[in-house]
Nanobody, 126 residues
Framework: QVQLAESGGGLVQAGDSLRVSCVVS????????MAWFRQAPGKEREFVAA????????YFADSVKGRFTISRDNAKNTVYLQMNSLKAEDTAVYFC???????????????????WGQGTQVTVSS
């Protein structure tokens, strides 16, 4: 059984940085493309960032380009989302997702992913 566990969320001030992590267990991490999505209260879940299974192409939502980076450590079965210059509008529950997929359209679509974590809350005060 594949399980994803996010950690690292918290309360920060606007302009601060935060790194959230997601550990994958029960599967072959190196074969999964990984992504982060987020959901703010009263809003739809939205794509944030994705990294291909081979660590190659990365993709970002326009709203976070230049501020967020995504990386993976296959030895630790972990994907990271480094968030810099945080804004109040970044406040959301952040979910990681895993799937056997490739191509930018699939990587940026929540429907493509097979496995999801429970989410970690990120709150940015202005």
């Amino acid at each position: 059984q594949v399980q994803l566990a996010e950690s690292g969320g918290g309360l920060v001030q606007a302009g601060d940085s935060l790194r959230v992590s997601c550990v994958v267990s029960g599967g072959t991490f190196s074969r999964y493309s990984m992504a982060w999505f987020r959901q703010a209260p009263g809003k739809e879940r939205e794509f944030v960032a994705a990294i291909s299974w081979n660590g190659g192409p990365t993709y970002f939502a326009d709203s976070v380009k230049g501020r967020f980076t995504i990386s993976r450590d296959n030895a630790k079965n972990t994907v990271y989302l480094q968030m810099n210059s945080l804004k109040a509008e970044d406040t959301a529950v952040y979910f990681c997702a895993a799937g056997h997929l490739s191509g930018w359209r699939a990587l940026m679509s929540s429907k493509s992913y097979e496995y999801w974590g429970q989410g970690t809350q990120v709150t940015v005060s202005s």
